[in-house]
């Protein structure tokens, strides 16, 4: 009899490398990945040019770069710190360095361009450029005006859906009730309607709980918003798996290994499941797979162990147990 269970995959995260991890950098770090002498630091905290700080995260590096590059351009440190003042008020807790917002010297002015807007960084004017632009589209300032504000109101709809998704994170961690995780990641899915990771991460509440339809509504959401997000299709079919859907439940962990080859825990729940049907040739086959990326864990321990059986009998009857546990987004792609 196969007593075996499916893979807690938490320990085998896909991060998203663009995401900021949430680590810290001191100022030695920091002047090493700026090629900067810590004087410079110094130097720029003293013009206000920049906090003084201890520690630096992610965000802080690229507002960084930002006063290195201008500095570079020949900025005056008076006209950056106005372009920067100017934007944190404008935009308010919008990082400078945001992919979607860019501070760049324009003569010698220093100008904020948010999106395809451009604009004035101190008197927030918007700043049209009369060889690409006809005159008659002058007359749709107010528009222009608008779309600023909404790409502004955008970006902090998605730091605040950060935000929410972080709490629902730490909230799981420290086990606190269902109605509060709940709440965290649906405000970050409100707040932030693309955010796939909040809602496969609401579904994952529910599974847990089992809520079945809820959690199967939660990852089909989130397919609809990503259909080549793996984790999505991984958590779905460990949800048909579940219900004994073997079918569908093929058809998510294969879509899954489509999108990621290297998803070891697709290959172990695969093998489990391929095992259960006694399909014994697709069952090693998995078996296999799992420990060429994966030799060395508890899991690979048992890995080894339900590969030895099947290589030394022929059928194998029984069942398996199965686990509740499936896996987290741990970041919002």
């Known amino acids: 009899m196969i007593n075996t269970c499916l893979r807690d995959s938490s320990q085998h995260l896909m991060l998203n490398p663009d995401r900021e991890t949430g680590g810290c950098y001191d100022r030695k770090q920091v002047c090493r990945l ?5 004087r410079q630091l110094r130097s720029w905290e003293r013009q206000r040019l920049i906090p003084e700080l ?39 807790d919008v990082p400078e360095g945001h992919a979607n917002v ?43 005006r608008k779309s600023a504000a909404a790409v502004a109101e955008k970006f902090r709809n998605k730091l605040e ?7 629902g994170l730490e909230l799981e961690q420290t086990g606190a009730p269902y109605e509060q995780i709940i709440e965290a990641y649906r405000k970050s899915a409100e707040l932030d309607p693309n955010s796939a990771g909040a809602l496969v991460n609401l579904g994952t509440v529910f599974f847990n ?43 998510h962990y294969n879509q899954a290994l489509k999108l990621h080859p290297g998803y070891a825990d697709a290959h172990y729940n695969l093998a489990l499941l391929y095992q259960s049907e006694s399909d014994l040739l697709n069952a090693v ?49």
């Open 161 to 167: 859906a950060d935000r929410w998704f972080e709490r």
């Open 209 to 251: 709980g089992h809520a079945w339809a809820d959690a199967e509504e939660q990852y089909q959401k989130a397919l609809e918003i990503d259909p080549n997000y793996p984790l999505a299709h991984f958590n779905l079919a460990n949800l048909f798996d579940e219900r004994g859907d073997t079918a569908l439940a093929l058809q």
């Open 102 to 144: 860019r501070v760049y010297k324009d003569g010698r002015r220093v100008r904020i361009q948010i999106g395809k807007q451009k604009m004035e960084a101190v008197s927030g004017q918007l700043v049209f450029d009369f060889n690409d632009l006809e005159l008659n589209k002058l007359l749709q300032l107010p528009l222009a």
């Open 34 to 38: 700026l090629k900067i002498e810590g």
């Open 285 to 333: 086959r998995h078996w296999r797979a799992y420990l060429r990326l994966d030799s060395t864990s508890a899991w690979a321990q048992i890995a080894r162990r339900e590969l030895q059986k099947l290589e030394s009998v022929t059928v194998i009857q029984g069942s398996r147990a199965r686990s509740s546990k499936i896996e987290l987004a741990r970041d919002n792609a």
């Open 54 to 92: 201890a520690e630096y995260r992610f965000s802080d590096l690229l507002s960084l770069k930002t006063v290195l590059r201008l500095r570079l351009e020949k900025c005056p440190p008076k006209a950056i710190r106005q372009a920067l003042d100017a934007l944190r008020v404008r935009l308010r």
